[in-house]
């Protein structure tokens, strides 16, 4: 008989998108629900996390929201961090995000981030990214810094 626990978060090869992981909480009424599901990538030292805004990411203007946009860097920082192998689910919490609204972002399209591990200490994970979608120029650009939790 297996006592482990299950993990929270659904980590795994996405058959619908080859070469991506799906990455979502196993529980759907956790605050990450609003944006999954999730799809990550690793490519050299950029870790790719998509989202596929909906109408209820909208602002009044028919674009996403910024607080959906900050919801999304936030998680994208933990999925990057998961792609890289420098966290396990639930091993961190954000110390802080900083975020530059650059441009707007549709709704029906898929968001990504594209996030690098600038530095990796034995308690910190310091990161930055840049929000593009489709051939548009960036949305926005961030950077975040993730405390382990051990």
């Known amino acids: 008989m297996n006592d482990a626990p299950e993990p929270h978060f659904l980590y795994e090869d996405d058959p619908d998108l080859p070469g991506w992981k799906r990455w979502q909480f196993r ?8 944006i999954e599901p999730l799809h990550v990538r690793v490519e050299d030292d950029v870790a790719r996390v998509r989202m596929m805004p909906r109408h209820d990411h909208s602002n009044l203007r028919e674009a996403v929201h910024g607080g ?9 920082l933990f999925a990057a961090s998961r792609g890289f192998g420098s966290l ?5 919490v954000t110390l802080d995000l900083s ?3 650059i441009g707007m972002g549709a709704i029906g399209v898929p968001l990504e981030a594209r996030i690098e591990l600038l530095r990796e ?11 593009v979608q489709d051939d548009k120029p960036v949305i926005a650009s961030f ?3 993730l405390k382990k939790m051990g």
């Open 88 to 92: 396990s689910a639930g091993g961190a």
């Open 121 to 131: 200490t034995g308690r910190m994970l310091f990161l930055r990214g840049l929000v």
């Open 99 to 101: 975020a530059q609204f």
């Open 27 to 34: 529980d759907s009424t956790r605050f990450n629900a609003f």
């Open 143 to 145: 950077t975040g810094t």
């Open 68 to 76: 959906a946009l900050l919801g999304f860097m936030d998680v994208a």
